[in-house]
Protein backbone atom coordinates (compact mmCIF):
# COMPACT_ATOMS: atom_id res chain seq x y z
CA UNK A 1 0.00 0.00 0.00
CA UNK A 2 0.98 3.35 -0.16
CA UNK A 3 1.14 5.28 2.62
CA UNK A 4 2.82 8.82 4.20
CA UNK A 5 5.87 7.20 6.70
CA UNK A 6 7.05 9.41 9.01
CA UNK A 7 10.58 8.73 10.35
CA UNK A 8 12.99 9.39 12.84
CA UNK A 9 17.14 8.75 13.34
CA UNK A 10 20.21 9.98 14.16
CA UNK A 11 20.03 12.69 10.89
CA UNK A 12 16.57 13.86 12.12
CA UNK A 13 13.00 13.44 11.62
CA UNK A 14 11.81 12.67 7.54
CA UNK A 15 7.96 11.84 6.15
CA UNK A 16 7.87 11.01 2.67
CA UNK A 17 5.62 8.59 0.35
CA UNK A 18 6.51 5.28 0.06
CA UNK A 19 5.17 1.61 -0.43
CA UNK A 20 4.77 -0.34 2.59
CA UNK A 21 3.84 -3.63 3.26
CA UNK A 22 0.26 -4.08 4.30
CA UNK A 23 1.44 -6.94 6.61
CA UNK A 24 3.14 -3.79 8.84
CA UNK A 25 -0.82 -2.67 9.77
CA UNK A 26 -1.74 -2.88 13.45
CA UNK A 27 -3.66 -5.79 14.71
CA UNK A 28 -7.59 -4.87 14.49
CA UNK A 29 -11.05 -6.74 13.27
CA UNK A 30 -11.02 -4.60 11.07
CA UNK A 31 -9.23 -3.38 7.61
CA UNK A 32 -10.19 -0.61 6.25
CA UNK A 33 -9.66 1.20 2.32
CA UNK A 34 -9.07 4.47 3.05
CA UNK A 35 -10.66 6.86 0.66
CA UNK A 36 -10.04 10.35 2.18
CA UNK A 37 -8.63 11.72 5.49
CA UNK A 38 -7.76 15.32 6.70
CA UNK A 39 -4.95 17.68 7.45
CA UNK A 40 -5.73 18.76 11.40
CA UNK A 41 -3.53 20.51 13.70
CA UNK A 42 -2.60 17.17 15.88
CA UNK A 43 -1.56 15.67 12.01
CA UNK A 44 0.91 19.09 12.09
CA UNK A 45 2.20 17.94 15.03
CA UNK A 46 2.68 14.35 13.96
CA UNK A 47 4.40 15.17 10.76
CA UNK A 48 6.68 17.98 12.30
CA UNK A 49 7.94 15.48 15.65
CA UNK A 50 6.71 18.17 17.83
CA UNK A 51 4.21 17.74 20.35
CA UNK A 52 5.41 14.92 21.47
CA UNK A 53 2.51 12.56 20.16
CA UNK A 54 4.07 9.87 18.30
CA UNK A 55 6.38 8.10 20.09
CA UNK A 56 7.32 4.85 18.10
CA UNK A 57 8.82 5.36 14.38
CA UNK A 58 8.45 4.29 11.69
CA UNK A 59 4.83 5.93 11.85
CA UNK A 60 1.52 6.69 9.60
CA UNK A 61 -0.34 9.40 11.26
CA UNK A 62 -3.67 10.72 10.54
CA UNK A 63 -6.24 11.30 13.13
CA UNK A 64 -9.23 10.28 11.02
CA UNK A 65 -10.52 8.82 7.64
CA UNK A 66 -13.40 7.30 5.77
CA UNK A 67 -13.22 4.78 3.95
CA UNK A 68 -14.89 1.29 2.72
CA UNK A 69 -14.62 -1.88 4.91
CA UNK A 70 -12.49 -5.09 2.75
CA UNK A 71 -12.04 -7.57 5.56
CA UNK A 72 -14.02 -7.82 9.20
CA UNK A 73 -14.47 -11.26 12.02
CA UNK A 74 -16.48 -8.74 13.92
CA UNK A 75 -20.08 -9.59 12.48
CA UNK A 76 -21.17 -5.62 13.00
CA UNK A 77 -19.00 -5.03 10.10
CA UNK A 78 -19.38 -6.38 6.89
CA UNK A 79 -17.32 -5.47 3.39
CA UNK A 80 -18.87 -2.71 1.63
CA UNK A 81 -19.73 -0.85 4.84
CA UNK A 82 -18.71 2.80 4.44
CA UNK A 83 -17.23 4.15 7.49
CA UNK A 84 -15.81 7.18 9.59
CA UNK A 85 -13.29 6.64 12.36
CA UNK A 86 -11.93 9.96 14.45
CA UNK A 87 -10.16 9.51 17.64
CA UNK A 88 -8.77 7.07 20.09
CA UNK A 89 -5.67 8.16 19.11
CA UNK A 90 -5.18 6.85 15.67
CA UNK A 91 -2.10 8.43 13.76
CA UNK A 92 -0.74 9.22 17.25
CA UNK A 93 0.02 6.02 18.97
CA UNK A 94 -1.23 3.89 16.35
CA UNK A 95 -1.15 3.95 12.27
CA UNK A 96 -3.59 6.66 11.04
CA UNK A 97 -4.98 7.72 7.44
CA UNK A 98 -2.64 8.94 5.74
CA UNK A 99 -2.36 5.22 4.16
CA UNK A 100 -4.28 3.18 1.36
CA UNK A 101 -5.12 0.71 3.86
CA UNK A 102 -6.21 1.15 8.09
CA UNK A 103 -6.67 -2.06 10.51
CA UNK A 104 -8.47 -0.80 13.34
CA UNK A 105 -10.61 -2.01 16.18
CA UNK A 106 -14.19 -2.78 15.20
CA UNK A 107 -15.46 -1.08 18.35
CA UNK A 108 -13.87 2.54 16.89
CA UNK A 109 -16.06 2.76 13.67
CA UNK A 110 -19.36 4.24 13.25
CA UNK A 111 -21.62 4.25 10.20
CA UNK A 112 -21.38 6.80 7.48
CA UNK A 113 -24.56 8.88 8.23
CA UNK A 114 -27.23 9.11 5.22
CA UNK A 115 -26.77 12.30 3.13
CA UNK A 116 -22.68 12.43 3.39
CA UNK A 117 -20.44 10.78 1.13
CA UNK A 118 -16.85 9.61 2.14
CA UNK A 119 -15.27 12.92 1.02
CA UNK A 120 -18.31 14.85 2.61
CA UNK A 121 -17.91 13.03 5.78
CA UNK A 122 -14.06 13.43 6.00
CA UNK A 123 -14.51 17.41 5.23
CA UNK A 124 -15.80 17.13 8.30
CA UNK A 125 -14.01 15.02 10.35
CA UNK A 126 -12.86 15.32 13.31
CA UNK A 127 -12.66 18.73 13.48
CA UNK A 128 -16.60 18.73 12.66
CA UNK A 129 -17.51 16.40 15.17
CA UNK A 130 -15.51 18.52 17.57
CA UNK A 131 -17.65 21.47 16.65
CA UNK A 132 -21.14 20.02 16.71
CA UNK A 133 -20.19 18.50 20.12
CA UNK A 134 -19.45 21.57 21.52
CA UNK A 135 -22.88 22.99 20.03
CA UNK A 136 -24.73 19.79 21.32
CA UNK A 137 -22.95 20.43 25.00
CA UNK A 138 -23.99 24.27 24.58
CA UNK A 139 -27.09 23.41 23.88
CA UNK A 140 -27.38 21.25 27.07
CA UNK A 141 -26.68 24.68 28.25
CA UNK A 142 -29.54 26.03 27.35
CA UNK A 143 -28.15 28.11 24.43
CA UNK A 144 -30.94 28.39 21.83
CA UNK A 145 -31.20 30.87 18.65
CA UNK A 146 -32.06 34.58 19.27
CA UNK A 147 -30.38 34.32 22.59
CA UNK A 148 -27.57 36.47 21.13
CA UNK A 149 -24.33 36.75 19.58
CA UNK A 150 -22.26 33.20 19.76
CA UNK A 151 -18.74 33.61 19.51
CA UNK A 152 -16.44 31.56 17.37
CA UNK A 153 -13.10 31.75 18.19
CA UNK A 154 -9.46 30.38 15.77
CA UNK A 155 -12.62 30.99 13.44
CA UNK A 156 -11.10 30.08 10.37
CA UNK A 157 -9.89 26.93 11.01
CA UNK A 158 -11.07 23.61 10.58
CA UNK A 159 -13.13 23.44 13.76
CA UNK A 160 -14.11 27.28 14.12
CA UNK A 161 -14.88 26.77 10.31
CA UNK A 162 -17.72 23.82 10.92
CA UNK A 163 -18.88 25.71 14.19
CA UNK A 164 -19.71 28.95 12.09
CA UNK A 165 -21.59 27.64 9.32
CA UNK A 166 -23.31 25.05 11.82
CA UNK A 167 -24.47 27.80 14.19
CA UNK A 168 -25.28 30.03 10.96
CA UNK A 169 -27.37 27.13 9.61
CA UNK A 170 -29.23 26.89 12.89
CA UNK A 171 -30.63 30.21 13.73
CA UNK A 172 -27.63 31.70 16.16
CA UNK A 173 -25.93 35.43 15.44
CA UNK A 174 -22.27 34.52 14.98
CA UNK A 175 -19.19 36.59 15.87
CA UNK A 176 -16.44 35.11 14.22
CA UNK A 177 -12.78 35.92 15.52
CA UNK A 178 -9.61 35.93 13.27
CA UNK A 179 -6.75 37.14 12.84
CA UNK A 180 -6.15 36.31 8.94
CA UNK A 181 -6.15 39.00 6.50
CA UNK A 182 -8.78 38.82 3.44
CA UNK A 183 -10.64 36.27 5.65
CA UNK A 184 -13.62 38.20 6.14
CA UNK A 185 -15.74 37.59 2.94
CA UNK A 186 -14.91 33.85 3.36
CA UNK A 187 -16.29 33.77 7.15
CA UNK A 188 -19.41 36.03 6.16
CA UNK A 189 -20.02 33.44 3.26
CA UNK A 190 -20.10 30.28 6.06
CA UNK A 191 -22.67 32.81 7.97
CA UNK A 192 -21.11 35.02 10.31
CA UNK A 193 -22.93 38.70 11.07
CA UNK A 194 -19.49 39.83 12.80
CA UNK A 195 -16.15 39.66 11.73
CA UNK A 196 -14.24 40.40 15.22
CA UNK A 197 -10.46 40.95 15.10
CA UNK A 198 -8.42 38.62 17.23
CA UNK A 199 -6.56 41.98 18.86
CA UNK A 200 -9.55 42.56 19.57
CA UNK A 201 -9.80 39.74 22.58
CA UNK A 202 -6.25 38.40 22.73
CA UNK A 203 -4.02 41.26 22.94
CA UNK A 204 -5.35 43.42 26.03
CA UNK A 205 -4.86 42.23 29.35
CA UNK A 206 -7.97 40.84 30.69
CA UNK A 207 -10.19 41.97 33.08
CA UNK A 208 -12.30 39.95 35.67
CA UNK A 209 -15.23 40.97 34.32
CA UNK A 210 -16.51 43.18 31.29
CA UNK A 211 -19.25 44.09 29.28
CA UNK A 212 -21.84 41.11 29.14
CA UNK A 213 -21.50 40.64 25.37
CA UNK A 214 -21.72 37.12 24.27
CA UNK A 215 -24.47 34.34 24.80
CA UNK A 216 -21.88 31.77 24.44
CA UNK A 217 -18.73 30.82 23.02
CA UNK A 218 -16.58 28.05 21.17
CA UNK A 219 -13.33 28.60 21.91
CA UNK A 220 -10.72 27.36 19.70
CA UNK A 221 -7.55 28.46 20.63
CA UNK A 222 -7.72 28.69 24.21
CA UNK A 223 -4.73 30.85 26.90
CA UNK A 224 -5.33 34.28 27.34
CA UNK A 225 -8.07 34.78 24.73
CA UNK A 226 -9.91 32.32 26.77
CA UNK A 227 -9.55 33.90 30.28
CA UNK A 228 -10.56 37.74 28.35
CA UNK A 229 -13.76 36.02 26.86
CA UNK A 230 -14.73 34.44 30.34
CA UNK A 231 -15.27 37.90 31.30
CA UNK A 232 -17.48 38.99 28.45
CA UNK A 233 -19.44 36.08 28.65
CA UNK A 234 -23.54 36.99 29.46
CA UNK A 235 -24.74 35.56 32.90
CA UNK A 236 -25.19 32.18 33.05
CA UNK A 237 -23.76 31.77 29.89
CA UNK A 238 -21.10 28.99 28.82
CA UNK A 239 -17.64 28.21 26.86
CA UNK A 240 -17.07 25.09 25.01
CA UNK A 241 -13.39 24.72 25.28
CA UNK A 242 -11.98 22.71 22.30
CA UNK A 243 -8.35 23.58 21.82
CA UNK A 244 -5.43 24.95 23.33
CA UNK A 245 -3.14 26.40 20.29
CA UNK A 246 -2.54 29.54 21.93
CA UNK A 247 -1.37 27.88 25.27
CA UNK A 248 -2.66 25.31 28.04
CA UNK A 249 -2.07 28.15 30.87
CA UNK A 250 -5.73 30.54 31.33
CA UNK A 251 -4.71 33.49 33.49
CA UNK A 252 -8.03 33.77 34.40
CA UNK A 253 -10.24 34.94 37.68
CA UNK A 254 -12.43 33.38 39.75
CA UNK A 255 -14.98 36.11 39.40
CA UNK A 256 -16.54 35.13 36.12
CA UNK A 257 -17.71 31.84 37.44
CA UNK A 258 -19.02 33.15 41.32
CA UNK A 259 -20.80 36.43 40.06
CA UNK A 260 -21.90 35.75 36.90
CA UNK A 261 -22.77 31.70 37.07
CA UNK A 262 -20.68 31.29 33.94
CA UNK A 263 -19.57 27.37 32.83
CA UNK A 264 -16.49 26.38 30.73
CA UNK A 265 -17.54 23.16 29.00
CA UNK A 266 -14.22 20.87 28.28
CA UNK A 267 -14.95 19.27 24.90
CA UNK A 268 -13.11 16.31 23.76
CA UNK A 269 -13.68 14.18 21.49
CA UNK A 270 -11.22 11.10 20.92
CA UNK A 271 -13.07 9.27 23.68
CA UNK A 272 -16.54 10.31 23.59
CA UNK A 273 -18.59 7.42 23.56
CA UNK A 274 -20.32 5.64 20.43
CA UNK A 275 -23.86 7.23 21.15
CA UNK A 276 -22.66 10.70 21.25
CA UNK A 277 -20.76 10.45 17.58
CA UNK A 278 -23.63 8.93 16.08
CA UNK A 279 -25.80 11.70 17.27
CA UNK A 280 -23.22 14.56 16.83
CA UNK A 281 -23.02 12.70 12.98
CA UNK A 282 -26.84 12.47 12.36
CA UNK A 283 -26.89 16.27 13.25
CA UNK A 284 -24.16 17.25 11.06
CA UNK A 285 -25.49 15.63 8.04
CA UNK A 286 -29.09 17.37 8.97
CA UNK A 287 -27.79 20.63 9.38
CA UNK A 288 -24.48 21.43 7.58
CA UNK A 289 -25.60 23.05 4.44
CA UNK A 290 -23.22 21.03 1.95
CA UNK A 291 -22.37 23.86 -0.38
CA UNK A 292 -20.41 25.58 2.75
CA UNK A 293 -19.27 22.54 3.84
CA UNK A 294 -18.06 22.64 -0.02
CA UNK A 295 -17.13 26.07 -0.10
CA UNK A 296 -14.71 25.30 3.09
CA UNK A 297 -12.73 22.72 1.62
CA UNK A 298 -9.72 22.32 -0.96
CA UNK A 299 -8.21 18.56 -1.77
CA UNK A 300 -4.99 18.00 -0.86
CA UNK A 301 -2.47 14.64 -2.16
CA UNK A 302 -0.16 12.86 0.80
CA UNK A 303 2.65 14.30 -1.05
CA UNK A 304 1.30 17.70 -0.05
CA UNK A 305 1.16 17.01 3.63
CA UNK A 306 4.65 17.45 4.98
CA UNK A 307 4.17 21.47 3.91
CA UNK A 308 0.92 21.73 4.71
CA UNK A 309 1.40 20.25 7.70
CA UNK A 310 4.17 23.19 8.68
CA UNK A 311 1.54 25.50 7.28
CA UNK A 312 -1.08 24.18 9.82
CA UNK A 313 1.31 24.88 12.99
CA UNK A 314 1.44 28.41 11.70
CA UNK A 315 -1.75 29.06 11.56
CA UNK A 316 -1.53 28.95 7.35
CA UNK A 317 -4.29 26.72 6.85
CA UNK A 318 -8.12 28.19 5.98
CA UNK A 319 -10.93 25.61 6.23
CA UNK A 320 -10.70 22.02 6.24
CA UNK A 321 -8.17 20.09 4.02
CA UNK A 322 -9.15 16.75 2.41
CA UNK A 323 -6.85 14.27 1.34
CA UNK A 324 -7.76 12.10 -1.11
CA UNK A 325 -6.16 8.48 -1.12
Not at 16 to 34: K, N, S, Y
Not at 259 to 264: A, D, F, P, Q, S
Amino acid sequence: MKALLVDKDDTGLSARVQEVADDRLPEGEVTVAVRHSTLNYKDGLCLTGKGGLVRSYPHVPGIDFSGVVEESSDPRWRPGDEVILTGWRVGESRWGGYAERARVKADWLVRVPQGLSLRQAMAVGTAGLTAMLAILRLEGQGLRPGAGPVLVTGATGGVGSVAVALLAATGHEVAAVTGREGAEDYLRDLGATRIVARTEIADTVPKPLESETWAGCIDAVGGPMLARVLGQLRYGASVAAVGNAGGVQVPASVIPFLLRGVNLLGIESVHAPLPLRDAAWARVARDLPMAKLDAMTRPATLEDLPDLGQAILRGGVQGRVVVDL
